[in-house]
């Protein structure tokens, strides 16, 4: 199942900066790449990029477009890392986007604070998980399984 949000990743490459290099680098680093998570995609994140998109039979140009995004992100929801309150980025941003999608109305800011937390505890209450406001694999997996 590939998992679509509404909250787009931007194209990368060599000279972007920020947090969404950040994302990429540790990423990368998740597939065996060890790369400074320094948010400057320099000429060594470039090259882990072309070595990854050699693997996956991916053009290799060293730009992280939409291609090279869903090569990179797991595309089952049980794969994606545990978060909690005070987690930030990509995967907040995709799971507020999941719980707006069902019903449970947030600011998409890739920030997991407390309403975050709330919306987690209540969506597993209504699932009969355990309610703890950590996003693990069995939360993340009914947030998917749910098709709205």
């Given at each position: ?19 969404d290099v950040k994302f990429l680098q540790e990423i ?30 991916l053009t290799v140009d060293g730009i992280v477009g ?24 990509y995967y907040v941003t995709l799971l507020q986007d ?51």
């Open positions: 199942m590939q998992v679509q949000c509404e909250c787009s990743l931007p194209t990368l490459s060599k000279g972007s900066k920020g947090d990368l680093n998740s597939y065996g790449y060890s790369l400074k998570v320094d948010g400057d995609f320099g000429k060594l994140t470039e090259a882990a990029v072309k070595k990854f998109q050699q693997s996956r039979d939409e291609k090279t995004w869903n090569a990179l992100l797991p595309d089952e929801p049980s794969k994606y890392p545990i978060l909690r309150r005070d987690s930030t980025g999941r719980l707006n999608v069902i019903g449970y109305p947030l600011k998409i800011d890739g920030i997991f604070g407390e309403k975050t937390e709330a919306a987690v505890k209540m969506f597993q209450k209504a699932q009969g998980l355990v309610v703890d406001g950590i996003v693990g694999k069995y939360t993340w997996s009914e947030l998917y399984a749910i098709d709205y």
